[in-house]
């Protein structure tokens, strides 16, 4: 699965942006699909993600309400949508491709993702 994330940008704070991450491969709809992001001088964290069999999502805490996740398995493409932004949500964004998983929360955690875009940057003014 080769993962290519697009749609960042420069955008004012309490303005929306929609990011993608289009997939290659046959097994997309399988795969849960993560987003992270890595804000300068920071570690990567988790964003949300959206399972590949129902559609769940979870999304990280300070990203409730504002960010939501939703996925077209027949385009083969994830998208993150983003509202009220805050110029703490300036970030490198990332989408992976982790296959189905089990225990709590595994989903947040980096090393269960097999595949990584390559990051889009996301720049919130102020």
């Known amino acids: 699965v080769q993962l290519q994330a697009s749609g960042g940008g420069l955008v004012q704070a309490g303005g929306s942006l929609r990011l993608s991450c289009a997939a290659s491969?046959?097994?997309?709809?399988?795969?849960?699909m993560g987003w992270f992001r890595q804000r300068p001088g920071k570690e990567r964290e988790f964003v949300g993600r959206?399972?590949?069999?129902?559609?769940?999502?979870n999304y990280a805490d300070s990203m409730k309400g504002r960010f939501t996740i939703s996925r077209d398995n027949a385009k083969n493409t994830v998208y993150l949508q983003m509202n009220s932004l805050k110029t703490e949500d300036t970030a490198v964004y990332y989408c992976?491709?982790?296959?189905?998983?089990?225990?709590?929360?595994?989903?947040?955690?980096?090393?269960?993702?097999?595949?990584w875009g390559q990051g889009t940057l996301v720049t919130v003014s102020s």
């Open positions: 491969g046959r097994t997309f709809s399988t795969y849960t």
């Open positions: 959206i399972s590949g069999s129902s559609g769940s999502t």
């Open positions: 992976a491709a982790a296959p189905p998983g089990s225990g709590s929360d595994w989903y947040r955690v980096m090393s269960t993702y097999t595949y």
